[in-house]
């Protein structure tokens, strides 16, 4: 929970791993300043397990090191390092935080995840979060006090007893004066990386020869992060197989087609309801999947419905032509993410006749009729 002050900022996850970073490199500064205090929340391992190394350098000159994350803590840590386990349940599993406090220097970023994305080179990096970051001593003990009430009773009497070694010098000396020269200095060189992000060429990902509003296989994988640092349990995404074919025993009609112009028809009809955050792949000469980032189940059918009648309105325009229309929609937080479950949902439509199937969550091809 985010403390009364300043409105928290809409922060990308390229925003915390910048602020981040900077709080980890003060910790891990040679000062004569300390005893020094470290919390984090990591939300999930993955995203621990890519800075555990420097987290075991910050162990080994902080007083106390505590990192909370969902699931068993991490195992095997540094002496003066302390694993806490999360509770999905609970609001610190939502957090992404980081707090580094002396007796002289402080350094805060406590953030919210909003589980909702901007258009972004990776699905990953366009993650949105709700907070705020500062580099004053203050701020950081309000927030050491508020994790210490909410993660005391699951750290050990010596880890409890270096936080409150540490509090009790903080609060004999005054802060010093300056912090906020210096946090305006770092504020305007954080805008600067975020700017520089946003307008630097990326990978593209469309291939040159692709249709309009599709990208490949390589590209999905890329965005979708299966090759990078992601992690179950953080960002809902809907996904909604499509399979546009036409009726068993349909006619050839020599003449009165252009297949190459369908398919353009068809891929259009997709991909119009579709936001600049989505994705949407080929996968067959007739199958598709839609990649629809932080959709609840009931938008994701009513999106699947705007398809469904985006492509059956096709047959306006080409009068010859009847697509046979089967979908497939899931909404999940797996990652990797259910591809093969829900192109089997979208192959048990087809045969049954069903025009849109419901995948649950974690049953991989239980389907239920719409």
Same mark, same amino acid.
Do not use: C
């Given at each position: 929970? *985010?403390h009364?002050?300043p409105?928290p900022?809409?922060?990308?996850?390229r925003?915390?791993?910048?602020?981040?970073?900077?709080?980890?490199r003060? @910790?891990l500064?040679?000062a004569?300043?300390?005893p020094?205090v470290? $919390?984090?929340l990591f /939300?999930?391992?993955?995203y621990?397990?890519r800075?555990r190394?420097r %987290?075991e350098r910050?162990?080994?000159g902080?007083?106390?090191?505590?990192i909370?994350?969902?699931?068993?803590?991490?195992?095997?840590l540094?002496p003066?390092? %302390?694993?806490?386990?999360?509770?999905e349940s609970?609001?610190?599993?939502?957090?992404?935080?980081?707090?580094a406090?002396?007796?002289r220097?402080?350094?805060?970023?406590?953030?919210?995840?909003?589980?909702?994305?901007?258009a972004?080179?990776?699905l990953?990096?366009g993650?949105l979060?709700?907070?705020?970051?500062?580099?004053?001593r203050?701020?950081?003990?309000?927030?050491?006090?508020? *994790?210490?009430a909410q993660? =005391?009773?699951r750290?050990p009497? #010596?880890?409890?007893a270096a936080?409150?070694?540490?509090? &009790?010098r903080?609060? +004999?000396?005054p802060a010093t004066p300056?912090e906020?020269?210096?946090?305006?200095?770092l504020?305007?060189?954080?805008g &600067?990386?975020?700017?520089?992000?946003?307008t630097a060429p990326?990978?593209?990902?469309?291939?040159?020869?692709? !249709?309009?509003g599709l990208?490949d296989?390589?590209?999905? &994988?890329r965005?979708?992060?299966? +090759?990078g640092?992601?992690s179950?349990?953080?960002l809902?995404?809907?996904? $909604?197989?499509?399979?546009v074919?036409?009726?068993?025993?349909? !006619?050839?009609?020599f003449g009165r087609r252009?297949v190459?112009?369908?398919?353009?028809?068809? $891929?259009a009809?997709?991909?119009?309801?579709?936001? !600049?955050?989505?994705?949407?792949?080929?996968?067959?000469? +007739?199958?598709y999947?839609?990649?629809?980032?932080?959709l609840?189940?009931?938008?994701a059918?009513?999106? @699947?419905s705007?398809?469904h009648?985006?492509?059956? =309105?096709?047959? &306006?325009? %080409?009068p010859?032509?009847?697509f046979?229309?089967?979908m497939?929609?899931?909404?999940?937080d797996?990652r !990797?993410?259910?591809?093969? /479950?829900?192109r089997?949902a979208?192959?048990?439509a087809?045969?049954?006749?069903?025009?849109v199937?419901?995948?649950a969550?974690?049953?991989? #091809?239980t389907a239920?009729?719409?």
């Amino acid at each position: 929970m *985010l403390h009364d002050g300043p409105a928290p900022e809409l922060l990308t996850k390229r925003n915390l791993v910048t602020v981040s970073h900077a709080i980890e490199r003060s @910790a891990l500064a040679t000062a004569e300043d300390g005893p020094l205090v470290v $919390i984090a929340l990591f /939300q999930r391992m993955p995203y621990f397990a890519r800075e555990r190394a420097r %987290y075991e350098r910050i162990a080994a000159g902080a007083a106390v090191t505590v990192i909370g994350l969902v699931g068993d803590p991490p195992a095997e840590l540094s002496p003066g390092a %302390y694993g806490v386990a999360l509770d999905e349940s609970e609001e610190l599993s939502r957090e992404w935080s980081v707090v580094a406090l002396t007796p002289r220097f402080g350094a805060s970023l406590v953030a919210r995840d909003r589980r909702e994305v901007e258009a972004a080179t990776t699905l990953e990096a366009g993650r949105l979060f709700s907070g705020r970051w500062g580099f004053r001593r203050d701020e950081a003990l309000h927030e050491v006090i508020r *994790l210490r009430a909410q993660l =005391g009773d699951r750290l050990p009497p #010596a880890a409890l007893a270096a936080v409150d070694q540490v509090l &009790r010098r903080v609060r +004999d000396l005054p802060a010093t004066p300056g912090e906020s020269r210096a946090e305006a200095a770092l504020r305007l060189m954080a805008g &600067r990386v975020e700017r520089a992000h946003r307008t630097a060429p990326g990978r593209a990902d469309e291939p040159a020869d692709a !249709p309009q509003g599709l990208v490949d296989e390589p590209a999905l &994988r890329r965005w979708s992060g299966v +090759d990078g640092v992601t992690s179950s349990g953080t960002l809902p995404v809907a996904l $909604i197989g499509v399979r546009v074919s036409e009726p068993a025993g349909t !006619p050839e009609r020599f003449g009165r087609r252009s297949v190459a112009r369908e398919t353009q028809a068809v $891929i259009a009809a997709l991909t119009a309801p579709l936001r !600049p955050v989505d994705r949407a792949v080929r996968l067959a000469p +007739d199958e598709y999947l839609l990649v629809l980032p932080a959709l609840t189940e009931e938008e994701a059918l009513a999106t @699947a419905s705007r398809v469904h009648a985006s492509v059956a =309105g096709l047959a &306006r325009s %080409y009068p010859f032509v009847v697509f046979a229309v089967h979908m497939a929609v899931t909404v999940t937080d797996r990652r !990797p993410m259910p591809v093969a /479950q829900v192109r089997h949902a979208v192959e048990w439509a087809a045969r049954e006749g069903v025009p849109v199937a419901t995948v649950a969550r974690e049953a991989a #091809a239980t389907a239920a009729h719409r």
